[in-house]
């Protein structure tokens, strides 16, 4: 575990930390012995992307396809994530925060903190994919490669909507955090996949169907990991990913990326839908962009990402 403190970090709402404290954790060969890849982690995630307790072991690690015997990863805890440091680290006025603001504090933790000149590849997944898209709009030539897996770089209407519904019932539930994982994990799955899985079959013991007393399991394990005031500032992250804010347009904000682009979606993903990212592709196509589209086929909707390992693995070994 690493820790490295930004002083006077000042966020694109205007308001102002005195002494921002960032924790990261580095995996594989020491840093400046060989190539650097920075794992952005999703909404509910951490910096402890591989080793026993990882939870992207499947593609991070000895032998692995992100091989820690061959790079140097370094991941960034989102301030205010809980997974490090104190009470006195959580954000509480999480509505003045937007994406924007990580992706500078990472860069700076790459740029200024490690003093990193060029890096291999950035790799996000789901918000931590929107803010990779951030971070290379902010340092456009600090990456070989932007790899962006089950995001986009904007939050779309849909997107909007459902941070909204997920902020009322953060703000009215009785047990805030545990409902909004239920909804959470509704839109991070697909009917196809509930159908599968459970076939509208009962549990034997509490006579609920098998689907109910899945999403009530997700929603209490995360209640005993999480707290809700991080989960307040993930929702709002998510919410403001926007590379074309204040930069015009999309086209503008990609212009002066260097970078290969790879970005990863999900045929059934209903949260960041392949759609969006098609089009994505077209117009960096059109920008003369370097940029190399794949999909997982997978019923398992936005989550495939993390169930789908020899189909990320395969796209991955293009890169990696």
């Given at each position: 575990?690493?820790?490295?403190?930004?002083?006077?970090?000042?966020?694109?709402?205007?308001?102002?930390?005195?002494?921002?404290?960032?924790?990261?954790?580095?995996?594989?060969?020491?840093?400046?012995?060989?190539?650097?890849?920075?794992?952005?982690?999703?909404?509910?995630?951490?910096?402890?992307?591989?080793?026993?307790?990882?939870?992207?072991?499947?593609?991070?690690?000895?032998?692995?396809?992100?091989?820690?015997?061959?790079?140097?990863?370094?991941?960034?805890?989102?301030?205010?994530?809980?997974?490090?440091?104190?009470?006195?680290?959580?954000?509480?006025?999480?509505?003045?925060?937007?994406?924007?603001?990580?992706?500078?504090?990472?860069?700076?933790?790459?740029?200024?903190?490690?003093?990193?000149?060029?890096?291999?590849?950035?790799?996000?997944?789901?918000?931590?994919?929107?803010?990779?898209?951030?971070?290379?709009?902010?340092?456009?030539?600090?990456?070989?490669?932007?790899?962006?897996?089950?995001?986009?770089?904007?939050?779309?209407?849909?997107?909007?909507?459902?941070?909204?519904?997920?902020?009322?019932?953060?703000?009215?539930?009785?047990?805030?955090?545990?409902?909004?994982?239920?909804?959470?994990?509704?839109?991070y799955r697909t009917?196809?996949?509930?159908?599968?899985?459970?076939?509208?079959?009962?549990?034997?013991?509490?006579?609920?169907?098998?689907?109910?007393?899945?999403?009530?399991?997700?929603?209490?394990?995360?209640?005993?990991?999480?707290?809700?005031?991080?989960?307040?500032?993930?929702?709002?992250?998510?919410?403001?990913?926007?590379?074309?804010?204040?930069?015009?347009?999309?086209?503008?904000?990609?212009?002066?990326?260097?970078?290969?682009?790879?970005?990863?979606?999900?045929?059934?993903?209903?949260?960041?839908?392949?759609?969006?990212?098609?089009?994505?592709?077209?117009?960096?196509?059109?920008?003369?962009?370097?940029?190399n589209y794949y999909?997982?086929?997978?019923?398992?909707?936005?989550?495939?990402?993390?169930?789908?390992?020899?189909?990320?693995?395969?796209?991955?070994?293009?890169?990696?």
């Amino acid at each position: 575990m690493g820790l490295f403190v930004i002083e006077d970090f000042t966020t694109s709402c205007g308001v102002r930390v005195p002494a921002l404290r960032v924790y990261y954790q580095t995996f594989g060969l020491p840093l400046g012995s060989a190539p650097v890849v920075v794992v952005n982690h999703a909404f509910t995630g951490n910096s402890e992307v591989a080793g026993e307790k990882g939870w992207w072991g499947a593609a991070i690690g000895d032998h692995k396809v992100i091989d820690t015997l061959k790079y140097t990863v370094i991941a960034f805890n989102i301030p205010g994530n809980g997974y490090m440091g104190t009470e006195a680290d959580m954000i509480t006025n999480y509505q003045h925060w937007e994406a924007i603001d990580v992706a500078r504090i990472f860069n700076y933790g790459l740029q200024v903190h490690f003093q990193l000149q060029q890096i291999f590849a950035l790799v996000g997944c789901s918000l931590g994919g929107g803010i990779a898209w951030e971070m290379a709009a902010l340092a456009p030539e600090l990456f070989q490669h932007l790899v962006i897996v089950a995001a986009d770089w904007k939050a779309t209407d849909w997107i909007i909507g459902n941070c909204l519904l997920q902020e009322q019932i953060l703000k009215n539930s009785n047990n805030p955090l545990h409902d909004a994982r239920l909804h959470a994990m509704l839109c991070y799955r697909t009917p196809l996949s509930l159908k599968m899985k459970f076939e509208r079959t009962t549990h034997a013991v509490s006579q609920l169907y098998n689907v109910e007393s899945w999403l009530l399991h997700h929603g209490e394990k995360l209640h005993k990991r999480f707290s809700l005031t991080a989960y307040k500032l993930m929702n709002q992250l998510v919410k403001t990913i926007d590379i074309s804010r204040e930069r015009g347009s999309f086209a503008a904000a990609v212009a002066p990326i260097t970078a290969k682009i790879t970005i990863i979606s999900t045929d059934s993903d209903l949260y960041f839908v392949p759609q969006e990212n098609r089009d994505t592709v077209a117009e960096l196509q059109e920008l003369g962009k370097e940029v190399n589209y794949y999909e997982i086929h997978s019923v398992h909707g936005h989550d495939a990402f993390l169930i789908e390992h020899p189909q990320l693995e395969y796209f991955f070994r293009n890169i990696f």
